[in-house]
């Protein structure tokens, strides 16, 4: 629980894992120094998953600044491999400080609103039984549409959805690009499940906060811009774990009865229906995706986790 003393700013563990992007990184942590919440009560701690287009030197230059404008607790460190997203998230829960009272965990190219961290905290706070929440996330190309919304997951037919509500709202999950936690929720779970490797680990998170109780919230009152290309990117690394982790998550959280009847419908739907999306997106056949798809599915089921060549 946070204590009385720190209730009105408690403080707050911002983590982001990043590789190659030098850009987006900067341009995270800039928007980071305009927050309207006292540098006191923040930390960050930067995840550089083997960076060489100088990321980790830019980070530190930056830094030593922020620690002339009174910042204290920065910090970036170096791993000499790729963990992924999960894992890095997973490995950066283990470094936050031990008088924490949430975390805000974001992408290297996500940039804040000032007020942003203020009123999530607020409205976690006027939300007792609340663990985690998300703000809506727009297109930094496109700021006027919508990225991601409150999410929710169907276990009985391994239907994924996302709805951008007008008012704050309880879901299923939030995005993982940014959604503060309270720290309880992070102990009590002992992180990111590192199986996923990347996509779909904050789908797994949120379904685990909930069977511990707590609920998860979507403000669509705060608005973040996420640097993503408009629909995702369509690499084979990315089809697969997509397609694997949608799997994995339904595999870990659904009932016995609710994995039967997922399976079934794999077999005679969702299967088919990948193929024809494959399809109708590049007008024409593309063998490798459809390899790639159907070893993610059987990947699922063999319970092959964890990061895997393609």
């Known amino acids: 629980m946070i204590s009385e003393k720190r209730k009105e700013q408690p403080f707050v563990s911002i983590v982001i894992p990043t590789l190659n992007r030098k850009r987006d990184i900067i341009k995270c942590v800039y928007f980071i ?22 990321t980790q ?13 009174g910042w204290k607790d920065l910090n970036i460190i170096k791993s000499n491999v790729n963990l992924g997203v999960y894992t890095s998230r997973d490995e950066l ?35 007792s039984e609340a663990g985690i929440i998300g703000p809506r996330t727009v297109y930094e190309s496109r700021p006027g549409e ?8 169907n276990l009985w ?9 007008g008012s704050l709202v ?12 309270k720290s309880e929720v992070v102990s009590k779970l002992k992180g990111f499940d590192r ?19 707590y609920k998860i919230l979507y403000d669509p009152g705060v608005i973040v811009r996420h640097n993503v290309a ?13 397609y694997r982790n949608k799997l994995l998550v339904i595999r870990k959280n659904a009932s016995l009865l609710q994995k039967v009847s997922n399976l079934s419908l794999y077999t005679i739907f969702w299967v088919p229906k990948m193929i024809m999306d494959s399809m109708w997106f590049h007008r024409g056949i593309k063998l490798d995706e459809w390899l790639v798809m159907l070893k993610a599915v059987r990947h699922a089921i063999i319970n092959r986790v964890g990061k895997v060549d393609i």
């Open 146 to 153: 919508t990225a991601h919304g409150a999410g929710y997951v």
């Open 170 to 181: 309880e879901c299923d999950y939030v995005i993982g690009c940014c959604m503060l936690i």
């Open 195 to 213: 199986d996923y490797y990347t996509s779909h680990g904050e789908v797994d998170f949120c379904l685990r906060a909930k069977k511990k109780g």
């Open 57 to 69: 030197e830019e980070v530190r230059r930056i830094f030593v600044e922020m620690e002339k404008e």
């Open 230 to 242: 408009m629909g995702g990117t369509k690499t084979l690394e990315r089809i697969y774990y997509l």
């Open 93 to 127: 829960f283990k470094r936050i400080d031990h008088k924490a009272d949430y975390v805000l965990s974001l992408d290297d190219d996500v940039f804040l609103p000032c007020n942003s961290l203020t009123i999530l905290i607020k409205s976690l706070q006027s939300h």
């Open 157 to 165: 037919v391994g239907r994924y959805s996302d709805i951008d509500t």
């Open 33 to 54: 120094r305009g927050l309207d919440y006292p540098k006191k009560n923040i930390e960050i701690i930067i995840w550089d998953n083997g960076s060489t287009d100088g």
